[in-house]
């Protein structure tokens, strides 16, 4: 089991209303990317956030990377959950961006291979 930190616990009351909108619209995402072929991975139609499905031992969270320079930056990617330390201005950016693939009728995804997403999030110090 995975201990979670709450990142609300230090967040005013703007930022925890616009984190809660974006985990509202991530719950949207993870549902539509269970839908798609194992090891799909969302790309924000700005090209710069990557999201996928990250399968726990009881339950699936969606995880997140940045890219630069047209690459998936694994090395930096996070479940979603954890992200601590935005603004509520890059809650909402984010939040868009990801509503905005949602919403998309030609949504960008890359095919990748499961064994590699699932790595590419670090638990408790491993990998």
Not at 14 to 21: D, I, M
Not at 74 to 89: D, H, K, T
Request: proline share 2%.
């Amino acid at each position: 089991m995975h201990s979670f930190y709450d990142p609300t616990v230090d967040m005013d009351e703007t930022t925890l209303h616009a984190w809660q909108f974006y985990l509202a619209v991530a719950e949207l995402a993870l549902s539509e990317l269970k839908s798609l072929r194992s090891g799909q991975i969302a790309i924000t139609d700005d090209y710069e956030h990557a999201y996928w499905l990250w399968q726990g031992e009881e339950q699936a969270f969606l995880a997140w990377a940045p890219i630069a320079d047209e690459q998936v930056c694994f090395e930096a990617a996070i479940l979603l959950v954890e992200a601590v330390g935005l603004s509520a201005e890059e809650i909402d950016y984010r939040r868009e961006s990801l509503t905005r693939w949602l919403q998309s009728a030609s949504r960008t995804t890359l095919a990748w291979p499961k064994q590699q997403l699932q790595h590419a999030i670090r638990i408790n110090g491993q990998n």
